[in-house]
């Protein structure tokens, strides 16, 4: 593994159904991230971690839950997934929290709920 | 509320030299970023600045003042590579981090 990787590539998903985008980053960072990213809008924040054992809210956190049960992933899950989660995601990382310092992009998941 | 502006597009000539602006309101300040991305590709980043001046790196520049809520990136000897979205960040003072929606850089030969 080179850096951060993402899983699946894209996805196509029916309304209702439950969905865990993978995040692994092998940097030994500290911090991870989660972002949507849409047309015409800003990186958006899900949630974040700023090391292992620990979770927060961003921007946008409601249908969505992550867990960081150790330092190099950090699962994102959609419990009931809507048509306003189609998106494009990222998970990120840097070497310290609190959104500091540089972040690392994995390449995405383009999720497409129907 | 937050804010961060940016262009949507720019166009500019492969070899010349384009500015790309970034202004801010933000409840504090703790460093501006700037990221490329290509399209359908992962962010990257390419400068960071909090103190006001400008940051060279070869040839990307980046411009800070605080003082008016502004920055710029400045590429020069532009190449076709370069065209990709630039995405400014601010670090407000709870350290959350503000994204403008990018600036769409078309590069014509």
């Known amino acids: 593994i080179a850096g951060i990787t993402q899983a699946p590539t894209s996805q196509i998903l029916a309304a209702g159904r439950r969905m865990t985008l993978r995040c692994t980053q092998d940097?030994?960072?500290?911090?991870m991230y989660w972002y949507r990213q849409d047309l015409g809008l800003g990186l958006r924040l899900i949630h974040y971690?700023?090391?292992?054992?620990?979770?927060g809210k961003g921007e946008v956190p409601d249908g969505y839950s992550v867990s960081r049960a150790n330092t190099d992933d950090f699962p994102l899950t959609l419990a009931s997934a809507v048509p306003s989660q189609t998106s494009v995601y990222f998970c990120?990382?840097?070497?310290?929290?609190?959104?500091?310092?540089?972040?690392?992009f994995g390449p995405g998941t383009r999720l497409t709920v129907l | 509320g937050q804010n961060i502006d940016q262009p949507t597009e720019m166009t500019a000539t492969e070899g010349a030299i384009v500015q790309i602006n970034c202004t801010y309101q933000?409840?504090?300040?703790?460093?501006l970023f700037w990221y490329q991305q290509h399209a359908g590709e992962a962010p990257t980043f390419l400068s960071y600045?909090?103190l006001d001046g400008l940051e060279e790196k070869g040839r990307f520049s980046s411009f800070l003042s605080r003082s008016k809520g502004y920055s710029y990136l400045l590429l020069k000897e532009l190449q076709m590579k370069d065209s990709a979205s630039y995405l400014c960040?601010?670090?407000?003072?709870?350290?959350?981090?503000?994204w403008g929606a990018g600036t769409k850089l078309i590069i014509k030969p």
């Open positions: 600045n909090v």
């Open positions: 933000t409840s504090g300040f703790n460093g």
């Open positions: 990120a990382s840097s070497m310290e929290g609190g959104m500091k310092s540089e972040q690392f």
């Open positions: 960040a601010v670090l407000d003072s709870n350290y959350q981090l503000i």
């Open positions: 940097m030994r960072h500290n911090a």
């Open positions: 971690s700023n090391t292992a054992g620990t979770t």
